[in-house]
């Protein structure tokens, strides 16, 4: 869905800027500032990619402050299906604990600034990172690879103004300040989580307050009995909950639902930023925990010992270079046509236990499951042939024995090299 609506009237042979337009009070200043201190023409685009907010008071707020147009893009199934779900198939965490929502929604964001550039005839894009974060890495290295020939600007990154300031300049410009329940931190949301950074979470050695929590419960008041869902995956894709098949959208709008409400979703990080910085965030992504960990069980079932081995490799360095803004890549790319090729038989069901912040994996099934009960029982209807146990253990072993007894048979040798060498006493003469 594509909602325009334009009415200021461009000033003639001013250059255009599209500005990624948050509704927010940095993104509302950068307006006027973009045409005072560039003197351009501005473009304002806002992106719904599952956070909340509404776009359409955005166009009305950006043209409000002097934006000649302005766009609201609903982007949330394009995010899930292009973005989530690859990130999914991979299994995608980065560092082993961050599900990487920020980060996959980056790239989408500039592609979608960057279409509007060329529609418009833009010559920049502008958007509202400041200097020590990754998404300004993320958004102009994106914005590079997609086209290399707009001028970048991030306001944010340039002008001098502490908040105050800011408010001030947003009074003198006649912008109206957002009204926003105040929030001690810095956050970031969309379909796939919440990020949370700032304030008091900055003291790494404290737990997070409970207030920097809004998807999930806490633990201790979620639900005293659990929560079961089963899952089902088609070729890595979850498809339906519960048997009532989902569009991807909705499907992840309702795990983050489910495993919210049982406290799933909570995660304390020190993250290493590409910028060099050590950062303590907090996470609340349910569905992509809940996901995420289903997915991985459906996998054990249905992919070989060699394949998820080497795929935890591919994993790591595909969630390294979403993190490092180079979605866009040759390598990235090639990464995920590794990991499409491993989804294949990757169907069937998961059912998942939410249980007071946690989630656990119960049961799985597949129609193309390795998993053979017949191989695996120690009961009757045993089919393993118990015969071959020890030829096989024989020639696996082989090597081993090999190395043990050149080994042995050195260090007899060097054993009896001192011996040799050792100078004996001679017999004392006896005295005659
Ligand atoms: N640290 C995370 C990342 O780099 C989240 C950053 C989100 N931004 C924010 N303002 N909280 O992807």
């Known amino acids: 869905?594509?909602?325009?609506?334009?009415?200021?009237?461009?000033?003639?042979?001013?250059?255009?800027?599209?500005?990624?337009?948050?509704?927010?009070?940095?993104?509302?200043?950068?307006?006027?500032?973009?045409?005072?201190?560039?003197?351009?023409?501005?473009v304002a685009v806002s992106i719904d990619v599952g956070q909340p907010g509404d776009m359409e008071k955005n166009i009305d707020r950006a043209k409000g402050i002097g934006a000649i147009a302005?766009?609201?893009?609903?982007?949330?199934?394009?995010?899930?299906?292009?973005?989530?779900?690859?990130?999914?198939?991979?299994?995608?965490?980065?560092?082993?604990?961050?599900?990487?929502?920020?980060?996959?929604?980056?790239?989408?964001?500039?592609?979608?600034?960057?279409?509007?550039a060329k529609k418009e005839g833009a010559d920049y894009i502008a958007h509202g990172c400041t200097a020590k974060g990754n998404d300004q890495v993320r958004f102009d290295v994106s914005i590079a690879a997609l086209a290399p020939n707009l001028g970048i600007i991030a306001p944010m990154r340039e002008w001098v103004m502490t908040r105050e300031e800011e408010i001030d300049y947003a009074k003198k410009n006649d912008?109206?300040?957002?009204?926003?329940?105040?929030?001690?931190?810095?956050?970031?949301?969309?379909?796939?989580?919440?990020?949370?950074?700032?304030?008091?979470?900055?003291?790494?050695?404290?737990?997070?307050?409970?207030?920097?929590?809004?998807?999930?419960?806490?633990p201790l008041k979620a639900p005293n009995?659990?929560?079961?869902?089963?899952?089902?995956?088609?070729?890595?894709?979850?498809?339906s909950v519960d048997g009532r098949r989902l569009p991807p959208v909705e499907l992840i709008m309702k795990l983050n639902k489910l495993a919210g409400e049982n406290g799933v979703g909570r995660i304390d990080h020190v993250e290493d930023r590409l910028?060099?910085?050590?950062?303590?965030?907090?996470?609340?992504?349910?569905?992509?925990?809940?996901?995420?960990?289903?997915?991985?069980?459906?996998?054990?079932?249905?992919?070989?010992?060699d394949v998820l081995s080497y795929k935890r490799g591919v994993e790591q360095r595909f969630s390294e270079l979403a993190y490092d803004g180079l979605w866009f890549s040759p390598l990235r790319e090639a990464l995920d046509a590794f990991v499409e090729?491993?989804?294949?038989?990757?169907?069937?069901?998961v059912r998942v236990k939410l249980y007071k912040g946690n989630v656990e994996v119960v049961g799985r099934e597949s129609p193309y499951s390795l998993?053979?009960?017949?191989?695996?029982t120690y009961a009757a209807g045993d089919e393993f042939d118990h015969t071959s146990a020890k030829g096989f253990i024989y020639v696996w072993g082989?090597?081993?024995?090999?190395?043990?007894?050149?080994?042995?048979?050195?260090?007899?040798?060097?054993?009896?090299?001192?011996?040799?060498?050792?100078?004996?006493?001679?017999?004392r003469k006896k005295a005659t």
């Not at 929560?227 to 088609?234: G, H, K, L, N, S």
């Not at 050590?278 to 079932?301: G, W």
């Not at 998993?371 to 695996?376: H, N, P, Q, V, W």
């Open 1 to 42: 869905m594509v909602t325009k609506k334009k009415d200021s009237v461009p000033r003639s042979g001013r250059k255009k800027v599209v500005l990624a337009y948050s509704g927010g009070l940095d993104t509302s200043v950068a307006i006027r500032w973009l045409q005072d201190n560039y003197d351009l023409d501005v």
């Open 70 to 116: 302005a766009y609201a893009l609903d982007a949330r199934e394009e995010f899930a299906e292009e973005y989530v779900w690859p990130s999914l198939k991979a299994n995608a965490m980065y560092q082993g604990a961050y599900p990487l929502s920020t980060a996959i929604a980056r790239p989408l964001i500039a592609k979608l600034l960057v279409d509007v």
């Open 175 to 218: 912008i109206p300040i957002p009204v926003k329940k105040s929030c001690p931190y810095s956050t970031d949301e969309n379909l796939w989580g919440r990020s949370c950074e700032c304030g008091v979470i900055e003291d790494a050695s404290k737990e997070p307050p409970e207030d920097a929590h809004e998807w999930t419960v806490s």
């Open 225 to 239: 009995k659990p929560t079961y869902v089963d899952i089902a995956f088609d070729k890595g894709v979850p498809v």
């Open 275 to 305: 910028v060099g910085i050590k950062s303590r965030e907090t996470y609340e992504c349910p569905a992509a925990v809940t996901l995420i960990k289903a997915h991985q069980a459906m996998e054990s079932m249905v992919l070989t010992r």
């Open 341 to 349: 090729s491993t989804q294949k038989y990757v169907t069937g069901m």
């Open 371 to 376: 998993y053979d009960e017949g191989l695996a």
């Open 398 to 427: 082989l090597p081993l024995r090999t190395v043990a007894a050149a080994h042995k048979a050195k260090m007899k040798v060097v054993d009896q090299e001192p011996a040799k060498a050792a100078p004996k006493k001679a017999p």
